[in-house]
């Protein structure tokens, strides 16, 4: 009786039962995706502080400082203007061009360079990610939340440009909350898929350039959309209508704008396939994200 009392209770067991056992862990391991949201909510407060301080930093150098948030998008809009609007004579089937080019130039970029921070989110903080655990994607949120606080400010200097443009204050200029928003979603989402595409492949951030540029073209920022209509095919055309930077574009201009040429008349229908977009990629991103967890960091 007395050598079964003194007895090891772990003799006999497997490694793997004894960390079983004593609730031990594979290091970098992935976590469920249940417990790695709740990771997330808890670092809520660092992502926040973490893309504050990165929105200081990227002008602390400059003098004009966090204008050039604003100064940015506005420099733009005027190049744009003058290329497609005074030259190439764009603004002609378009009541207010420069609002309706100031709000596609705002809203893209939101979501441009979002992508951009996003390619090296992983690949450009390896001494971070090697030296603190946390939750990898508190990297690409914290990225999004960056450019949704510059959003912010570019959409008070929009508001501006379209009240001196002429357009009235209506009750749909409520409906710009909602649309932010949903591209928000969709924008985090594109963000985490495009840095675990980035952690692997470095090259990522040379050609995303290329594919973003043509992505502006192709979604109606600098012209009028009905262009696609007249120049596509019926399908092409029905192709391009759920293009979902066009939807975002389309949203917000109906609603800062009272006389606006849409592609999509139906509006129910454009709220729709934003709402679809920023589902599956805002939790496709993230669940693609989580997938790679493990390998973030490793050589």
């Known amino acids: 009786m007395a050598n079964t009392a003194l007895a090891d209770p772990d003799s006999g067991l497997t490694p793997a039962q004894l960390a079983a056992r004593h609730g031990l862990r594979v290091a970098g391991e992935r976590p469920s995706l249940g417990r790695y949201s709740g990771q997330l909510w808890r670092y809520r407060h660092f992502i926040a502080a973490y893309s504050h301080a990165k929105l200081a930093a990227s002008f602390n150098n400059a003098r004009l400082g966090q204008l050039w948030q604003v100064l940015t998008p506005l420099t733009n809009a005027a190049v744009y203007f003058l290329i497609f609007g005074l030259v190439l004579k764009q603004n002609r089937d ?86 932010v928003l949903l591209q928000t979603v969709f924008n985090a989402g594109l963000t985490m898929t495009v840095a675990r595409l980035g952690a692997k492949a470095t090259d990522l951030k040379q050609v995303m350039p290329f594919i973003l540029r043509a992505w502006m073209y192709g979604s109606g920022v600098l012209y009028s959309v009905k262009l696609f209509s007249e120049s596509l095919p019926g399908w092409a055309t029905a192709i391009v209508q759920f293009n979902p930077m066009l939807v975002y574009i389309e949203l917000a201009r109906v609603s800062l704008l009272e006389n606006t040429p849409l592609l999509n008349d139906s509006l129910p229908l454009t709220w729709l396939v934003a709402l679809g977009w920023a589902i599956v990629v805002g939790f496709g991103g993230y669940l693609y994200f989580w997938r790679g967890e493990q390998e973030y960091g490793r050589g």
């Open 94 to 179: 378009i009541d207010n061009f420069i609002a309706y080019l100031t709000t596609g130039l705002f809203i893209f970029n939101f979501t441009q360079t979002s992508v951009q921070g996003g390619t090296q989110a992983i690949s450009g903080n390896l001494g971070l990610i090697r030296a603190l655990h946390f939750p990898r994607a508190c990297l690409p949120l914290a990225i999004t939340a960056t450019q949704f606080q510059q959003l912010l400010g570019s959409l008070v200097v929009l508001v501006g440009i379209v009240l001196a443009t002429g357009e009235p204050i209506t009750v749909m200029w409520l409906m710009l909350v909602p649309a």
